[in-house]
């Protein structure tokens, strides 16, 4: 009679789906502050091999794991600090028209991965709608999109873009090839802070080390970027606000007091908006107004000016109001 094979000691291992399998790792991850892959191939009776491929697919199921070496060479996995998942959103019409609106003003996003998400997002909108209400949410987000003109195109910057945001989302520090207008490439250590959207084009913003303050980068002119191993934590106070300080748009130089009257043929215009938090308006006989703020960036509030042409006039100060004549000047030479 033939002698039964004894099996090896410890836990057997289990026969389960990879849904299944996931379930029990992102609950050991929740109610731990992370485990090794040692851990969790013991706790779920399945190999290495099997843990890491759970592992690759835990940030795909909406997970933000993150991974820090520990001290004997091993390495922790864990969910970022503070995160829960959070339950099933679901959105009323009246929410789902003013995702779509929104949707319809990031055409600039187009061949960026940020792109690729919104249609996931959408994608999984869609399947949960009736056809019907897809297609006239559709049209209304069409008929509200204004037509850019100039618009930018970061496909060639897509993969850059991929690693940026892992960056951005786990935290990590990256060196950075920037190339400004018209001078040479410079490299930075940075912490990624966060992403600026502003006039149809994309800003990186965080601390640069090497300048030992708050930077902002111009995606298009961003030549390379490699993630590092090393974190960083985003300062508690910090504010986009402080990126651009009092800047009209988004270069901050010397702020000034800024004073221009605009004529009454477009004075309504004028009225009708919000130019700079400091503004004052003050109504002029005859129609016409004057605004004062205080700001700094020159060339962004002289090109605000030039595009109010010829009813505008430049009151103060002098140094903004001799360099817009010079340039209507030397313009005008040029016909």
Known sequence: MMEKSKKKPGKPAKKYSQAARLHDVIRILEARYGATVDELAEECGVTRRTVYRDLDAIPDAGYPLVSDPEPGGQTLYRFMTGFKKLPPITFSLEELMTLYLCRGQLGFLRG????????????????????????????????????????????????????????????????????????????????????????????????????????????DRIEQITVLSERFEVPEDFSAGDLTGSAFGLIDENQQTIKVRFGEEIGHLIRERVWHPSQIVVEEDGGSLTVTFEASGEKEILAWLFSYLPYVEVLEPESLRTVFYQSLRDGLLKQ
């Open 112 to 219: 960026t991965p940020f792109q690729d998400d919104l249609d996931d997002i959408f994608g999984r909108i869609h399947s949960s709608l009736p056809p019907r209400s897809v297609a006239h949410l559709e049209r209304i987000a069409e008929t509200a999109s204004p037509k850019f003109q100039g618009e930018r195109d970061y496909a060639a910057k897509k993969d850059l873009l991929k690693e940026l945001r892992r960056a951005l989302l786990y935290q990590y520090r990256l060196d950075l090839s920037y190339t400004p207008a018209r001078r040479t490439t410079e490299t930075y250590r940075f912490d990624p802070y966060t992403l600026l959207f502003y006039e149809g084009a994309l800003y990186l913003g965080g601390y640069a080390h090497n300048r030992n303050a708050l930077r902002l980068f111009l995606i």
